[in-house]
């Protein structure tokens, strides 16, 4: 197996980070709706409005990529964009 295929650098996060409308029951539905699809689609809660997908090469972030403009709702602000593994570890987190 070629070593580079998994390094920090081959390795991908997909980030969904999102803003929606939910003004009438048609809105709440449609939001929690992309949210549901976001979980079954393998990605994990990063805090209020952002999601994570961990993907082991850069053709898998684009598969997914693909599936979250699939899914995107009628009204809001969606923005889908890919760091690499180096990237996210050397994120720093603050908890209060």
Known sequence: MNSERFN???IM???VLYDLPTETKAMQKAANLFRKR???DGFSLFQFSIYLR????RENAEVHKKRVKMMLPKY????VMTIT???FGDMEIFHS
Do not use: F, I
């Not at 961990?54 to 090469?57: D, L, Q, V």
């Open 8 to 10: 920090a650098y081959r």
């Open 76 to 79: 809001g602000k969606v923005a």
């Open 13 to 15: 996060w997909v980030m």
């Open 85 to 87: 593994d180096k990237q």
């Open 38 to 40: 976001l979980e079954d």
């Open 54 to 57: 961990h993907c082991p090469s």
